[in-house]
T-cell receptor, first 112, second 116 residues
Framework: SQQGEEDPQALSIQEGENATMNCSYK?????LQWYRQNSGRGLVHLIL?????REKHSGRLRVTLDTSKKSSSLLITASRAADTASYFC????????????FGPGTSLSVIP | NAGVMQNPRHLVRRRGQEARLRCSPM?????VYWYRQLPEEGLKFMVY????????ESGMPKERFSAEFPKEGPSILRIQQVVRGDSAAYFC??????????????FGQGTRLTVV
């Protein structure tokens, strides 16, 4: 079963605006990761947030995690055209091993 | 320290042929995960392997697909008698022995399989 579910599926914003993507998951997790994928390319790891963390920053990225609601958000501030990509959350499930399950992704378009 | 290496990057097969996708994990990593990404979709978990062991193959189709991670050499994802629906990007990830509690899964660049 799918663990992460991103919302919205697609997002289109103007350059300079902020972009917020949300992710919900179903089971207890060890950590949650966000990845970016440019069209037809590989995955780029953006940020990892552990289950005991609530917020994490990296450059223009801000990730929050609410384990009570089983949700996470990724905020990209001051967006640029180069941020155009698909963004995936990936939850590392608490099972007998670290099973990483991806959501369907949010397709972000930043219009110059 | 080379990252996760997948080859080939692109693979074209005719229907009915076999496809072999290879994944060399990062140095020191003994866990390998395979994912499939259909066009315009997210990554779907297929199988998780440790050296010489399949730990979880719950995402792998029951027929035509198999995976191995031998003691020596890369992990292999094998698809027999490929069909058009197998066309996808296949990604491999690796993680260290201590798991993913404090680190991310490291992904390869993927193999894009096209079945014609």
């Amino acid at each position: 079963s799918q663990q992460g579910e991103e919302d919205p599926q697609a997002l289109s914003i103007q350059e300079g605006e902020n972009a917020t993507m949300n992710c919900s998951y179903k089971t207890s997790i060890n950590n949650l990761q966000w990845y970016r994928q440019n069209s037809g390319r590989g995955l780029v790891h953006l940020i990892l947030i552990r289950s005991n963390e609530r917020e994490k920053h990296s450059g223009r990225l801000r990730v929050t995690l609410d384990t009570s609601k089983k949700s996470s958000s990724l905020l990209i501030t001051a967006s640029r055209a180069a941020d155009t990509a698909s963004y995936f959350c990936a939850a590392s499930q608490k099972t007998s091993y670290d099973k990483v399950i991806f959501g369907p992704g949010t397709s972000l378009s930043v219009i110059p | 320290n080379a990252g996760v290496m997948q080859n080939p990057r692109h693979l074209v097969r005719r229907r009915g042929q076999e496809a072999r996708l290879r994944c060399s994990p990062m140095k020191g990593h003994s866990h390998v995960y395979w994912y499939r990404q259909l066009p315009e979709e997210g990554l779907k978990f297929m199988v998780y392997l440790q050296k010489e062991n399949i730990i979880d193959e719950s995402g792998m189709p029951k027929e035509r697909f198999s995976a191995e991670f031998p003691k020596e050499g890369p992990s292999i994802l094998r698809i027999q008698q490929v069909v058009r629906g197998d066309s996808a990007a296949y990604f491999c990830a690796s993680s260290p022995l201590e798991g993913l509690l404090n680190t991310e899964a490291f992904f390869g660049q993927g193999t894009r399989l096209t079945v014609v």
